[in-house]
């Protein structure tokens, strides 16, 4: 049952942009990424326009699994916790490996719902913007390889980035959108290479340490 | 042969097989079984296992998000070298042996659990004490055979023994009562000594003591009780899991007594009550207990259990003989006089959990570490009690953060753990489970038969 509990919503350090995006303690890694993709989706609007005027509460769940949060807008307060507890406004079902994407029509009321989706579904940056700041972001993680090289493989043929200096080289290759996504914190990391369409060389061990810093982009753990 | 016969019980010359037998970290009892000749071959250099048994999680998938240790390559080989004074015959034709992993450079595996234990039973003798250690296991049992068990997805089973759980309760139907005495028979057999066993508080649950011992004895003989538990329960068509919680219901423990000896004298025993020793023992204890709470709790499952009132202990609190705190202190006999320290549950690996409790002993010795007052009153619900971590990643960050548990279990170790720690609770979140169901679908999958 202790996994259940819901913890006080905690503000983050800084307001994004002006709005004030809140998750609970010991947050589930659903809250994490929403709280995370609402950061996102407000900075890439350089305000808080998305959320002025805006109230309400609504439900988020998985499609496939039994993930569910819920977003709470309030004076220009966004709060998201584990689990659905209360009648929500409006209930969204997405796809959490596929960029938070509505399966199905949201039930119940329509701005309410049109801002959610808006929240949800931030512009997926340049995929060397991403790398970047990803590199920036896993630089923390212990046993990171020295040199993250990116191929993107685009209709303009290859192109790449090397970041970091050093010995140990890590490369991942894709398309340019998928890496943006990856390195982005919007797509799953070990989901994408399910896929096929990324391919990666280096030790199992650097596999290991990129897991960790994908979630630390996506998940912030 | 004739070595491997000659070490063995003698009951029977005919050896077939050789099963070699160790925990992984998840204290799932894995092996593999050898032919005779291979195993007379290879017990001086030792077996190749491949990585991955330290590298799969419960639901067969590779970990991933840490930093591997060196040993831990391409699914390269670590070395299983078993402890001959192990051997001993499981049944007719199958000899049993326990080992250890080592690397091919001769030093240990970090996270190899009976490695570990003993290291901190080798670093208590140092100090000039013994260690003598006792554990509770508990058990649900199921009327259901394991393939109906696993068609039914380990859910809705039938308590064998009847639906009404009270602890130490007789009059249990002889299908229960069979069970435990077959159990204690093949225990007999193989030579593992047991005390008591008895009803436990919930449906179908059970409790087995084992006699006490030295601390590596007690954990070999836990892991092969267990075994025996298991296939006993195949071959009478029942089931049993040591899961923390296989129903929504009551959970079950692992409680481990601990009495330390300097001389052959009881170091915890003084008139009065808590000897100096013994302050000092919880005194480390519970300042490394937040951390050592992800050792002993090792699953998602694991937590759901702390429900103040239930019987787990929920709070940092030790007392004497007050089974509300997680430390329970027995005091004023010179031959009883013993730490209980009840946060383990029955899915706990007790070569790790031995390891974590006698690192915080050593801690509290070598501090001289003192203990804060003892909670005589009830340490549940209490408003003032520091609360144990309740969710596997609380207790996984205490433990990273945790530098006494760092330096007595090692960084790699801890590295190593933790991080299998955070890949479980991901797991469970995005690959299936309910955070918000008393007891999810998945977990029932992923613990009921392991560990």
Request: proline residues 6%; hydrophobic residues 45%; glycine residues 8%.
């Amino acid at each position: 049952m202790t996994e259940t509990t819901i913890g006080h919503a905690t503000c983050e350090a800084d307001a994004v942009d002006g709005v004030d995006i809140r998750i609970e303690d010991d947050a589930s890694p659903i809250v994490r990424l929403i709280g995370r993709t609402i950061a996102d989706s407000v900075r890439a609007h350089r305000a808080d326009a998305v959320v002025a005027g805006v109230e309400g509460i609504v439900a988020v769940r998985s499609h496939d699994t039994p993930q569910a949060a819920t977003i709470s807008i309030s004076n220009g307060v966004v709060a998201v916790s584990s689990g659905v507890f209360i009648s929500p406004d409006v209930t969204l079902t997405v796809d959490l490996n596929a960029r938070l994407a509505p399966v199905g029509e949201p039930a119940g009321e329509g701005d309410l719902a049109a801002t959610s989706l808006a929240l949800l579904s931030p512009p997926l940056p340049d995929w060397q913007v991403a790398a970047e700041t990803f590199w920036a972001a896993a630089r923390s993680v212990p046993g990171i390889p020295d040199v993250l090289v990116a191929v993107a493989d685009g209709p303009d043929g290859l192109d790449q980035l090397v970041v970091g200096e050093g010995e140990t080289h890590y490369v991942i290759a894709g398309p340019p959108e998928l890496l943006a996504g990856i390195f982005s914190g919007a797509d799953d990391l070990i989901a994408a290479l399910s896929t096929g369409l990324i391919g990666v060389r280096g030790t199992l061990s650097q596999l290991s340490v990129l897991v960790a810093a994908s979630w630390k982009v996506r998940y912030d753990v | 042969m004739s070595e491997i016969t000659a070490t063995a019980t003698d009951r029977d010359a005919a050896v077939h097989t050789v099963r070699l037998e160790a925990t992984n970290h998840d204290g799932s009892f894995l092996g593999k079984n050898v032919a005779p000749k291979k195993f007379a071959a290879s017990a001086e250099s030792g077996f190749a296992f491949a990585d991955l048994l330290f590298g799969l999680d419960l639901g067969n998938d590779p970990t991933f998000g840490f930093a591997y240790p060196d040993w831990r390559g391409h699914l390269a080989d670590v070395q299983f070298r078993p402890d001959m004074s192990t051997l001993m015959q499981w049944e007719p034709g199958l000899q049993s042996v326990i080992g250890d992993y080592w690397q091919t450079d001769g030093t240990p595996v970090g996270t190899c659990p009976r490695n570990l234990a003993r290291k901190l039973v080798d670093r208590l003798a140092t100090r000039g004490f013994t260690a003598t250690v006792a554990v509770e296991i508990e058990a649900t049992l199921f009327q259901e055979s394991i393939h109906e068990a696993r068609a039914k997805g380990y859910r809705d089973l039938t308590p064998l023994g009847g639906s009404a759980g009270t602890a130490y309760h007789l009059a249990k139907s002889k299908d229960w009562v069979d069970y435990m005495s077959a159990v204690a028979r093949r225990l007999e057999e193989i030579g593992i000594e047991w005390e008591a066993w008895s009803d436990e508080d919930a449906a179908g649950q059970v409790e087995l003591n084992l006699v006490p011992g030295d601390p590596i004895s007690v954990c070999d003989a836990w892991a092969r009780a267990r075994q025996v538990m298991r296939e006993v329960a195949f071959e009478l068509g029942h089931t049993v899991t040591f899961m923390a919680k296989p129903t929504a219901g009551y959970g079950q423990a692992s409680h481990v007594n601990l009495s330390l000896q300097r001389d052959g004298v009881n170091a915890f025993y003084a008139e009065d009550g808590p000897s100096p020793t013994m302050r000092h023992a919880i005194g480390g204890l519970l300042a490394t207990i937040q951390g050592a709470t992800s050792i002993v709790l090792p699953q998602i499952t694991s937590y759901r259990r702390l429900v103040d009132l239930s019987g787990p202990p929920t709070t940092v609190t030790w007392g004497i003989s007050n089974k509300t705190t997680a430390v329970r202190a027995v005091c004023g006999h010179p031959a009883y006089s013993r730490l209980e320290y009840r946060v383990p549950g029955a899915d706990a690996n007790l070569y790790l959990a031995v390891a974590a409790i006698l690192a915080g002993v050593i801690a509290g010795l070598d501090g001289a570490i003192e203990p804060p007052e003892p909670v005589s009153d009830m340490a549940w619900c209490a408003p003032d009690l520091e609360r144990l971590p309740n969710t596997i990643t609380k207790a996984a960050a205490a433990l990273e953060a945790d530098p006494i548990l760092r330096e007595q279990l090692g960084d790699e170790f801890v590295d190593y753990w933790v991080g299998t720690r955070r890949w479980e609770w991901m797991q469970f979140h995005t690959a299936g489970g309910d955070p918000c169901a008393e007891l999810s679908e998945w977990e029932s999958t992923r613990y009921f038969e392991f560990p």
